[in-house]
Every structure is written in C-alpha cells, then in structure tokens.
C-alpha cells in the first residue's frame, strides 16, 4: 500500500515541508534512513543508481553518495547533527553542483502506534531563491518515487 | 582600532545577517575562528568565561562549549560542513537551553586588501520564531562584545 506525500512550498518562506506516513514500525523506519545497505535500495528516483561514497548517520558524522543516471552523476554530501529515533535526523545538504549552497534538513519520526510511522521534513534554505531552485529541480519526483521504493522495501523486509 | 557591526534581522524572514570589518588579514581572521586557544579569547561577552569541551572546526568535525556567566552555564553545539578561507565556515548551531531546535551558520571571509577583511555572517533558522528569540536573547551585546574583543586579540597577538 503506498500513502501521499504532501509537499509544501510555503510562499515568502525559505522551507520545503514534505510529510509522509509508512505502513511499518518506527524503528523500521529510522533503519531504512541509517544504514546504507538499506537506503542505497530506496532514496531518490526510479531509474537511478545510487553508489555510497560515505554514510556515517550519527551525530557528528557525514555522508557523501552519487545518483546516476547513465552517464550523469549528481553528488550530495553533508554532516549529521542528530541522528535517533527521539530526536529524529538533522543534518546539512550540499549538491556539488551547486557547490557552497548549503540546506538544513531535519526528519522527525512520529510513531503512530499499530505498526505505522508519520515522517515530518522540514529543510531550510539559505536563500528564497536556493529554496525555488531546490523545489524546480524535479525533487518532487525523486520524492515521491523515493517513498514509494520505501514502502516496498519495507513490506518486503523485516528491517 | 573598532569597526562597526551591522546586525540585521530581515521582517518575514528566518535569517540574521552580521556584517564586520576587521583591521587584519583573511588568514588571522580564519585562524581566530578555527585555532580554539584563540577562540576561547573572544568569542561570546565580556565578563564570561568560555570552557571548550570539543573544538574540531574542519569540514567533518564538531564543536561544543560552555559560558559561563558565574553559576550560570549556556552550552552550545555543532557540526562542522566547511571549513576553509575559500568556502568559509558553514556549521550547525543549537543551544543546548532549547534542545533540538538547530540553525545553520555562515560565515564568509572577504580579503579587502591591505590586509583588511570583511566577515558576512548569514543564520538561518529552522522558523520565524527561533529567529526572533535568538534576537531577543541578548545575543547583540554577546556579538558586539565579541568582535570587540576579537579587535584587541587581532591587534594584540600576531595570530
């Protein structure tokens, strides 16, 4: 079963708000997002390769992979301030193509009890016009197909 | 010699923006904000004594430090995204008073020449209201202090 994804793009306001409920455990979900086994199967569009370069999703650790699409890569990297089920995942964002335009993101996790997990996005953009470049770049789709490639990952594994 | 600071807290917008000159080239400005036996010399209000538990400012790293202000203590912490006279310092930000709410920060360091240096702070915070109580927290005198402070070192120490 696949849920929405609600997307808002708050007109005046430098933030991307995504929210997302999955059919699995809080815990679950949190491990989909932590270990690069799991992630590498599910973030970002269908269609793309992803290669982890580094993910060290721990407070004070980083991270750094690649998306391919045939022979175009996208690069992201960026450190983690918090990284737990209570306090959620907090971490910067850099796309090397746009190198030095650094987002903050942060995850919260609600457990919705019966086996179910509510996932609260919230990113902050250094400027109006990086959060309009961010929400025209075709990020909704690679959201929207990542999440769907999650549920499936979770109803397929015991994560 | 002092230089003044310009503060500025944008209406409808989650940023503030500092702006300081610095009688001094890029290269000390840098070392003062990176080398924490200097920091621990400015950074914060006069009158408070600043104890560093973590000072690894590099693209990777983390920080956290306390102020003291006598049986009163203000902790803070972060994780380090850039670090360079190129890039500037990018980190996280979170006062340990109001867990879980984090902010981005940016400083850019400009060589005016004549070894002079101009330092563009730009915060970002993760809503319109912890901005505006981090500008209502007093935080103008502690960046006023600090500057000031950091004047003296620039001119004292050949850093």
């Known amino acids: 079963m696949t849920n929405p994804t609600t997307i808002t793009i708050p007109e005046g306001l430098p933030f991307i708000e995504i929210v997302r409920e999955f059919d699995a455990p809080v815990e679950a979900v949190f491990r989909a997002h932590t270990d690069p086994e799991l ?9 793309y390769e992803m290669e982890i370069d580094r993910w060290d999703v721990r407070p004070g650790g ?3 992979y690649v998306h391919r699409d045939g022979d175009d890569e996208y690069w992201f990297n960026g450190v983690v301030h918090s990284a737990s089920i209570e ?29 179910r997990t509510r996932v ?23 959201v ?7 549920d499936e ?7």
Chains 1, 2 share one sequence.
């Not at 992630?39 to 269609?47: A, D, F, Q, T």
């Not at 990952?153 to 994560?159: D, E, G, N, R």
Request: a negative charge.
């Open 87 to 115: 306090s959620g995942i907090v971490q910067t964002f850099e796309f090397e193509g746009f190198p030095g335009v650094v987002s903050l993101e942060s995850q919260k996790l609600e457990d919705l009890g019966n086996g």
């Open 144 to 150: 929207n197909d990542g999440y769907e490639r999650l």
């Open 120 to 142: 609260i996005g919230h990113s902050v953009y250094p400027t109006l016009e990086a959060r309009d470049g961010m929400a025209e770049s075709g990020m909704e789709q690679g």
């Open 39 to 47: 992630v590498k199967n599910w973030l970002g569009p269908r269609g």
């Open 153 to 159: 990952l979770l109803a397929k594994v015991s994560v």
């Open 62 to 64: 980083s991270y750094r």
